[in-house]
């Protein structure tokens, strides 16, 4: 059965296939390091598109982040179960690493999705071994995680060594957009929900449901990172690469597709713009 209600925003839609946009072309590209920064894709709408994200470069920091304030003395997280070369890094290692990367003057200067103090944490994965570690039996197990600093829209990663609790390196990038983690299509959907512009998001919902839509709770989410082609209109728009800028995709649960792709939320600046095809 295929259900649709026409509207001027949001036309509900079924199958999955909403999910890429009919306008957009999806490009793969590799950042610095290795890719996956989650199991999200990441788009552009309105021309062009992203995939993927990653690890960034294992180089030496760049003043984002340092050692923690003099005369703090903080207990070590305890190691727990530790997998071994190249396993995937246990729930223990996980937990463990993200106490180690972020120090306190991190998280006093960032700010997360939400405007609270600390960066945004986006994933943690398995580091790869340096060049002359490659055929090493004993070589160091590391992560890198990933954040993403609202404050000043800068991708931070910071290299953690398992084998002796350091960070060996910090790097920050501008300009870089892996995709949203889960919390950020939350805060991505709640903005939306509170903006004039999710009117017809939240009709065809009753619609489809015969209930309101009030929280981004009711919606099963996919999303795009949005990066503005020259030209985009309106101009509110093209800071969309600079700031952290996404599309979303939701879905009612158990039920069809909303089609928002028009929509595009600014979650550096915290407001919703619709794309002017006009």
């Not at 106490?99 to 960066?119: I, K, S, T």
């Not at 790869?128 to 404050?151: F, G, H, N, Q």
């Not at 790097?171 to 950020?184: D, I, K, M, R, W």
């Not at 929509?263 to 006009?278: P, Q």
């Amino acid at each position: 059965m295929r259900e649709t209600v026409h509207r001027h925003l949001g036309k509900v839609m079924a199958g999955a296939g909403i999910a890429v946009a009919a306008t957009a072309v999806m490009v793969g590209i590799t950042l610095p390091g290795t890719a996956g920064a989650d199991e999200n894709g990441a788009a552009t709408a309105d021309g062009r598109a992203v995939a993927g994200a990653g690890r960034q470069g294992q180089g030496e920091g760049q003043g984002q982040a340092g050692a923690a304030a003099p005369g703090v003395v903080e207990q070590a997280p305890a190691e727990g179960e530790k997998g071994t070369g190249r396993d995937p890094l246990t729930d223990d290692e996980r937990e463990r690493v993200a106490e180690l990367a972020l120090n306190r003057q991190l998280f006093n200067a960032g700010e997360n999705v939400e405007g609270d103090r600390g960066p945004q944490r986006l994933d943690i994965q398995l580091g790869a071994p340096e060049a002359d570690e490659l055929d090493a039996a004993d070589a160091p197990r590391r992560a890198d995680v990933t954040y993403y600093d609202y404050k000043d829209d800068t991708l931070v990663t910071r290299t953690v060594n398992l084998d002796t609790g350091k960070v060996e390196a910090t790097t920050t990038n501008h300009g870089v957009q892996p995709p949203l983690s889960e919390a950020e299509e939350t805060e991505a959907a709640r903005l939306l929900l509170a903006s004039p512009l999710a009117a017809g998001l939240k009709g065809d919902y009753r619609d489809a449901t015969d209930q309101a839509l009030t929280s981004p709770g009711q919606l099963q989410l996919n999303s795009m990172i949005f990066k503005a082609d020259p030209g985009i209109r309106p101009a509110a728009l093209a800071v969309c690469g600079e700031h952290r800028c996404a599309t979303l995709s939701p879905k009612v649960r158990n039920g069809p597709w909303i089609d928002t792709r028009d929509l595009v939320i600014d979650l550096s600046a915290r407001k919703v713009v619709a794309i002017d095809r006009g």
